[in-house]
């Protein structure tokens, strides 16, 4: 990027009005006496930050608060947890962790000098581009076939809701008497720019566009709720025109171009002490989790004998997709019983039911496929397992 902004510091911009999602860092220069200036300082790191695309970003990697604060502090976050988690059904195990815990894995160089590592690491470094094949016809047949299955577009509604609110110790408390939905059946909302919309969220040609809703036959209902149809309308598109992408995909190998051993010595790895789990045959003591699927396959990997070798793929192994990037989870060495060695690249998810597993995921995994197909691997090398028992 040619802008040398690298971060923006803001001194008493946390109260109302201020209306920043992309808070990253929050530090306490003072006390913060009451409850209510402490919901409003947090709240503003806890909204899902925004792209510069202007979609929200659901990366947990990404997606962290870290807040630098007294003592005291801990207290309020841990009633505001137990608050959300009772109202919401919301499980914060694991999610607010005290950055002082935190410590950093120690590489075993030797590792990376065995030949295991070696083999390994020379069938997965090679980096690769892709390219997509499908039809226009093909995209405006199943796009508008989605359309003419969507809901039905109903024009807005308001909803009137009647309490009482008491005051106790603990505070107010709103007890509901009433609820009422009025929806205004002869509502026409003015058109917007309806193919402009799509074309900038999708970069798809204005004439695929209109031909799709043309097809749909669903157009007349835009005035019921324009929003409503255009957000219903995009998903459908989204969802066909990925869907055609990853079917039609295809990976090639890009020369003199690989992922960098030495990064595994330059860039350390360091994570807190409640998402690393120490082991013997990996190339670090320890392995950082992003799940207890995850601590689970890494800690029955470290107890077989037939594993001599395995790691997690750093988060700066990046396979491009029509998706966005896609991170692999893990590298393996598994011995046979004949003595031969296979060299595997595995994705972990909880379950072993392939539709149970989200669909980004599947689509990303898909492309996984394609990729490590491109660089040589057979479809047994790459795979995706429910647990170490899959290996």
């Not at 003072?30 to 929200?56: A, D, H, K």
């Not at 801990?74 to 988690?85: I, N, S």
């Not at 009025?182 to 909302?189: G, K």
């Not at 990996?282 to 396959?297: A, G, L, N, Q, R």
């Amino acid at each position: 990027m040619s802008e040398p902004l690298r971060f923006i510091f803001s001194h008493s911009a946390l109260r109302e009005g201020w209306d920043n999602p992309n808070v990253f860092q929050i530090c306490t220069l003072r006390e913060i006496s009451t409850e209510r200036e402490r919901r409003q300082t947090i709240g503003r790191g806890l909204r899902l930050p925004v792209r510069e695309n202007g979609e929200r970003c659901f990366d947990p990697l990404i997606n962290r608060l870290t807040v630098v604060a007294s003592e005291s502090f801990k207290d309020f976050a841990k009633r505001l947890q137990d608050e959300m988690q009772k109202e919401c059904g919301v499980n914060f195990e694991g999610r607010i962790l005290n950055k002082r815990d935190r410590r950093k894995g120690i590489l075993n160089k030797q590792r990376l000098l065995d030949p295991d590592f070696q083999i390994l690491w020379d069938k997965i470094k090679h980096k690769t581009r892709y390219a997509v094949n499908y039809s226009t016809a093909d995209l405006v047949a199943r796009s508008a076939g989605e359309l003419r299955g969507m809901p039905d577009i109903r024009s807005p509604y308001i909803r009137v809701d009647k309490g009482e609110m008491q005051m106790d110790k603990k505070g107010v408390v709103i007890q509901e008497r009433a609820a009422q939905t009025i929806r205004a059946s002869d509502y026409r909302a003015p058109i917007p720019d309806l193919l402009g919309y799509l074309q900038r969220e999708t970069e798809l040609t204005r004439p695929t566009l209109a031909e799709i809703l043309e097809k749909s036959e669903r157009l007349s209902e835009v005035t019921r709720n324009p929003q409503q149809f255009l957000e219903l309308a995009l998903s459908c598109i989204q969802k066909t025109l990925h869907d055609l992408m990853v079917n039609g995909i295809q990976y090639e190998r890009i020369a003199n171009a690989e992922w960098e051993m030495h990064r595994l010595e330059s860039e350390e790895l360091e994570s807190y002490v409640s998402r690393l789990l120490e082991v013997k045959n990996s190339i670090y003591d320890v392995v950082e989790f992003e799940s207890k699927v995850e601590e689970d396959f890494a800690r029955q990997l470290d107890a077989r004998t037939d594993i001599k070798l395995f790691f997690k793929l750093p988060d700066w192994f990046k396979v491009e997709t029509p998706l966005g990037t896609y991170n692999p989870d893990w590298a393996i060495v598994r011995e046979e019983p004949s003595g031969n060695r296979l060299y595997l690249v595995r994705e972990t998810k909880g379950t072993t039911q392939w539709l149970k597993v989200p669909e980004l995921q599947r689509k990303k995994i898909l492309c996984g496929k394609a990729h490590f197909k491109a660089i040589g691997f057979k479809n047994s090398e790459y795979d995706w397992v429910a647990s170490a028992t899959d290996v």
